[in-house]
């Protein structure tokens, strides 16, 4: 299968690290189920010039270099690999960024694992995702932001949409909700027509 893989809050724990140090920068108690990467439209009260400063600032100080992986997300990529599917990152980070990301999937051991690392251009990233999967002609998405999956979903390209407390809602048919990478590995064989190895099937989750 063709599989396309966010990066953040999907193999790394990046969204509530942001949210804190938002908070911290401005003085707010953002809560992780109304936190987004675009927060500033949330808090149009702030300065845009202010909000981009944070996050260059952020980016400087070694916020994408530093994500830790996400629980069994290492061992879920290694088993897909292994098992023969052909894997893409496609990310909404920005286009300068790209080194750092390339960097950091060489530091945690799995860049030889994708076949492509594809980060947005200008476009909005729902646009951005749903493009290059359609392009990709992906059989499965995974995702953690609700309006990205279903933009990706109304392509009709299945989607696996990792849950987290700002993702919650009704969900189009084809995005399935999972919660750990056991589950989205059993998905996976499910969609695949129940012919993967499923190693990671017999897991709790
Ligand atoms: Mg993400």
Known sequence: MKIGIDIDDVLADSLPYYTRAFNQRFGLQIELADAAWRILDRCPWIPRQEAHDFFSELIEAGFFSSRPLLPGAK???????????????????????EAITRSWLTHVGLLSRFEAVMHK?????????????SELQLDVFIEDELAVATAVAETAIPVLLFDHPWNQGLLPGNVCRVRSWAEALIQIAHLNGGGGKERAGNNPV
Do not use: M, N
């Open 75 to 97: 061992e879920a990529v290694e088993s897909l690999a292994e098992d023969g599917h052909r894997l893409y990152i496609i990310t909404g980070r920005a286009p300068q960024d």
């Open 121 to 133: 251009a200008r476009e909005p990233v729902g646009r951005h995702k749903s493009g290059a999967a």
